[in-house]
């Protein structure tokens, strides 16, 4: 079956939905990277029908999210754009705002460098990116649970783990970004909100 669940997702969706409902509020177009399953999308589409919705991922996770789209009905979200973070020719828009969820601690760390490379290039002055997922703060875990998350995520692969928000914070500053909000979430997760100057 084409169509995939994450209990992540759907656990996550409208605590991150309401916050981004205000966040996005003057937005237009929103480039969702990493869009997994395809549940975030038609989930935020359908509670902001102001925007449109491009989702984006590898061609192997394109299915579920089709099959997502296509059960919701929504025409404001966009067929998946294919992109991998690392590669030169990224969508071109226009997006005056980008959203990735739980990508920063799966990609290796040259991923994360390439994907805030590639939102310095997307957005113009004034445009949003709204990156969701745990962080660590002064090098230190915020939880136990995100401590075991760590070790989980290093044993199936060395190159994941969560990231330090100061050191993806001065990614982005390299790109123009500024940091205007950052959200403690539930389960230990933070949104946090940087505006291209």
């Known amino acids: ?85 690392s590669q030169s020719d990224w969508p071109t828009g226009p997006f005056d705002a980008i959203f990735s969820a739980n990508t920063c601690h799966i990609m290796a760390w040259q991923e994360v460098e390439a994907m805030f490379a590639g939102i310095g290039r997307l957005l113009p002055s004034g445009g949003l990116a709204c990156i969701y997922g745990p962080f660590n703060y002064g090098g230190r875990f915020s939880s136990s649970s995100n401590a075991e998350f760590d070790a989980m995520l290093r044993a199936q692969s060395l190159h994941m783990g969560l990231r330090d928000f100061e050191a993806v914070n001065t990614l982005a500053a390299a790109q123009g970004l500024v940091i205007q909000e950052d959200h403690r979430m539930p389960a230990n997760n933070q949104l946090l909100v940087w505006r291209r100057s």
């Open 1 to 85: 079956m084409s169509q995939q669940f994450s209990t992540a997702c759907e656990r996550n969706s409208a605590p991150i939905c309401a916050l981004l409902q205000g966040i996005l509020k003057n937005s237009e177009h929103v480039l969702e990277i990493g869009s997994g399953t395809g549940q975030h999308a038609v989930h935020f589409g359908a509670a902001m029908p102001h925007l449109v919705w491009h989702t984006s991922d590898l061609p192997q996770n394109h299915p579920s999210i089709i099959a997502w789209q296509q059960q919701a009905h929504l025409s404001n979200v966009v067929r998946p754009l294919t992109l991998s973070v």
